[in-house]
């Protein structure tokens, strides 16, 4: 960047604190870089995990575990299934969990441990804990103890006679264990198959052994208990509805049978007699009406021809002749032609005049009044035929009328005996059908059959169930990693402050002039070895003389990392106030303690000693805290001379070795007006006389957070420069700050970094950031360093 053509009032606004751009939404780099700080942090919690978990090991007890397995098999009953007046179907899931709880039940719980007298058996009773267990039974017994639980329904048991009070004791006991055992039974289904394991772990085997396989037999029992007591309800039950049943059914007979006795309801062949005998008369009515009619056409047949007379009836009574009875008119009618052929051959022969012709037809004519006399008493035996055949007709269709109404009453009342025959009906089917289950149920009480099988019997455990080595150990390890990564991400967001130059110029949008290490007590050692001229006061001070040798490590180290920080900051005003004669650099912090009082005064002595005329001003009149670590003993200084109107001469001191100009600052009690005093008129005639003289005039001003003096300076200021801590001044204060001090943010022409721990800078530098590489060139800073002070000396 060229800051000759960056003017100071036109600097880029400062960027948010939130501002982030999309790319770096998941900053790999960001988190790997994390990791690598926090690594320490990580394995030390991993260690101290995996340490709780040798110690957990070390302090708990082993205990073995025993396991049978049963199968739920629907093909051992299958016999009796299907017969069966109980059987339930185990297709579904809820009546596997169903009977996983049975296994869970307090009454299969007491009947283990009636059986085992666990209750009696100390090893069950009082097993031997961890530690973590007594640590929480002790919290427990402690909380107890301040927060005591109500008593309800309790008897106090000294107020008892023995006997009472060891069944008492015993009963509680035996209580407990059945609560112990079904707690830490355990049973689940394997798979989605129909095979339940049972399992118990103890810290003596065979105790475990014993407790599975008695578990298991007292499951096979329960179920077959429960399959007798089922079928043996069955029955019961079944025998009370039998009685009912065969009440219900008898008393609906008898109602059937009553009321078709009432009603006249009589079946022959399953028919009513009634609809019979309609259909006898039916019958015979038909047949008397045939017969009517035939008798009305002889009737009318005979009663014709008596009718066309006498003369006809020989003619007619041949059309009668084939009708039976008719014997007597057939004799006749054979005479009849007889003599009537003879008369013809008597009339042909002899004439009609002929005697014998005559008695011949008159013989025809006795014979013809014969045939009609019989055919009149024929008609009229047919005529008593018709009457008698038409009077039985009539009774006949009276009959069936009277018969037809008296069946139409009968199906009427058979509605309501089919209603009355079908409940009797539907009862003796239902009591057959009970009577035939209750058969089925008394068979099977004597033949029950379970539906549990044991497949996989409980056997004497050889090794340890809990706890297991590699378990414990890889879950301690991660849990103590994820503990380290849960207070090192804690670490990371606690993480506020500024750590590299990235840093500086991402949150603040400032130039980044560099990092000041930390200086060490190596610094002072030197420079009490080197600097003879130091007064026997300030060399029997081990503090003052840290503090004097933080203020010249410029000079005594001019290849050092710290000083080539301070040429980049001259560098960087130069640039910025090219042109100008003499420059007036404000050294400014945020908070006290970040370290500008020995910037400002190694700054100035790095300046100096390359030969430029430089003053160094203390401006921090509230705190003169530059004044105190350069050990000036002055009586009069900065205030003294803006107020009384006195030069730089009449107040300053002057380094022997680099011919630095220092104004000191003197403390007069409580002045609190200093940064009127700091843009007083009187302050401007004096920084004005000091650019007479001088090339650079660094003054060391107060902190921009607590007091306004830096502010106040700001007009007479060409530049600031802005020292930081590395790893303490919160970015979000300096964010602040800037913000609200724009004149002053102007104005500034870099940051630096102070109170840098070089080891720890990498863990913050991006992959290829100068910070990855420092150690590859810090030696070079000490190799140079180590030739100019031999040089020197």
């Known amino acids: 960047m060229n800051y000759a053509n960056f003017p100071l009032d036109k600097r880029k606004p400062l960027p948010s604190s939130d501002a982030v751009s999309a ?163 355990q049973a689940e289904r394997i798979g989605r198959s129909y095979v339940i394991s049972i399992a118990y772990q103890a810290t003596d085997p065979a105790l475990a052994t014993s407790v599975t396989k008695a578990y298991a037999e007292a499951y096979l029992a329960d179920q077959l208990d429960a399959s007798f007591d089922a079928t043996e309800r069955a ?148 005529r008593n035929e018709y009457e008698v055949a038409l009077a039985r007709e009539t009774a006949l269709r009276a009959n069936v009328a009277l018969a037809a109404g008296k069946s139409s009453i009968d199906n009427q009342s058979q509605v309501k005996l089919r209603e009355l025959e079908q409940k009797a009906t539907a009862l003796s089917t239902l009591y057959q059908t009970f009577l035939g289950r209750y058969e089925e149920a008394s068979q099977q009480q004597s033949f029950p059959v379970g539906k549990i099988r044991v497949i996989s019997d409980a056997t004497l455990p050889k090794s340890a169930a809990t706890p297991r080595m590699s378990i414990v150990l890889g879950l301690s390890l991660v849990l103590g990693v994820m503990m380290g ?80 920080t301070l040429r980049s900051a001259k560098i960087a005003f130069d640039v910025v106030m090219e042109g100008q004669g003499s420059r007036v650099i404000g050294v400014v912090s945020v908070l006290p303690g970040e370290g500008k009082s020995t910037v400002a005064a190694n700054l100035a002595g790095l300046l100096a000693a390359n030969g430029s005329k430089t003053l160094l001003v203390d401006g921090d009149l509230r705190n003169p805290g530059l004044s105190r670590s350069l050990g000036m003993e002055a009586e009069q200084g900065l205030m003294e001379a803006v107020v009384s109107g006195q030069t730089w001469q009449s107040v300053g001191k002057i380094d022997r070795q680099t011919k630095l100009a220092i104004v000191p600052a003197v403390p007069r009690g409580h002045f609190s007006h200093t940064s009127e005093l700091l843009s007083s008129a009187g302050m401007r005639r004096f920084i004005d006389n000091a650019k007479e003289t001088f090339e650079y005039i660094i003054v060391d001003l107060p902190p ?79 190799e140079k360093s180590e030739a100019r002070t031999k040089a020197n000396t």
Not at 327 to 348: C, F, G, M
Not at 528 to 549: F, I, L, V
Not at 705 to 717: I, M, Q, R, S, Y
């Open 704 to 782: 921009l957070g607590p007091v306004v003096d830096a502010k106040a300076f700001a007009p007479l200021a060409d530049g600031f420069v802005l020292v930081t801590e590395w790893g303490r001044t919160p970015r979000a204060m300096v964010q602040s700050i800037l913000s609200s001090e724009s004149y002053i943010a102007n104005k500034i022409v870099g940051v630096v970094l102070n109170k840098v721990d070089l080891k720890k800078l990498a863990k913050y530098g991006s992959i290829g950031g100068s910070e990855k590489f420092f150690d590859r060139y810090s030696s070079y800073y000490l």
């Open 485 to 564: 990564a849960g207070v090192g991400g804690l670490n990371e967001f606690r993480e506020r402050f500024f750590r590299t130059g990235e840093d500086v110029r991402d949150r603040v949008g400032l130039k980044f002039l560099g990092y000041l290490p930390i200086i060490g007590s190596k610094v002072v050692r030197d420079d009490r070895r080197d600097d003879g001229q130091a007064d026997a006061k300030t060399a029997q001070s081990p503090s003052a003389a840290e503090r004097r040798a933080r203020m010249r490590v410029s000079i005594d180290a001019p290849a050092s990392m710290f000083a080539e």
């Open 235 to 382: 029955a019961v039950w079944l025998q009370g509805r039998l009685t009912e049943l065969r009440e219900s059914s008898q008393a609906a007979a008898l109602a059937v049978e009553k009321f078709r006795a009432e009603h006249g309801l009589a079946v022959d062949d399953g028919q009513l007699i009634s609809d019979k005998q309609l259909s006898d008369l039916n019958g015979q009515l038909i047949e008397a009406q045939a017969d009517t009619a035939r008798a009305s056409a002889r009737y009318q047949q005979y009663k014709s021809i008596v009718e066309s007379g006498s003369d006809n009836a020989f003619r007619d009574a041949a059309i009668s002749a084939d009708q039976p009875s008719n014997s007597v008119i057939s004799t006749l009618k054979t005479r009849y032609l007889t003599v009537a052929k003879r008369q013809q051959d008597i009339e042909a022969n002899f004439g009609a005049e002929h005697p014998q012709a005559v008695a011949l037809a008159k013989e025809k004519a006795d014979i013809s009044a014969q045939i009609f006399g019989e055919l009149k008493q024929l008609t009229e035996s047919y």
């Open 23 to 185: 790319e770096d939404f998941i900053d790999v780099e960001r988190l790997l870089g994390m990791a690598a700080r926090q690594a320490k942090v990580v394995a030390a919690c991993a260690a101290i995990g995996l340490f709780l978990g040798v110690l957990y090991l070390q302090t708990t007890p082993p205990t073995y575990m025993a396991m049978s397995r049963v199968l739920i098999d629907e093909g051992l009953n299958k016999v009796v299934d299907e017969v069966s007046a109980a059987s339930v179907s185990m297709q579904t899931d809820s009546a596997i969990l169903s009977q996983i709880e049975i296994l869970h039940s307090a009454r299969l719980a007491a009947v283990v441990v009636d059986k085992q007298k666990l209750d009696q058996n100390d090893a069950f009773m009082d097993p031997p804990t961890s530690a973590v267990s007594k640590a929480a039974d002790f919290v427990r017994g402690v909380v107890r103890y301040f927060r005591p639980s109500p008593a309800v329904g309790t008897t106090d048991v000294t107020q008892l006679d023995p006997a009472t009070r060891d069944a008492m004791i015993a009963s509680s006991r035996r209580d407990y264990a059945i609560l112990k055992l079904q707690n830490e039974v």
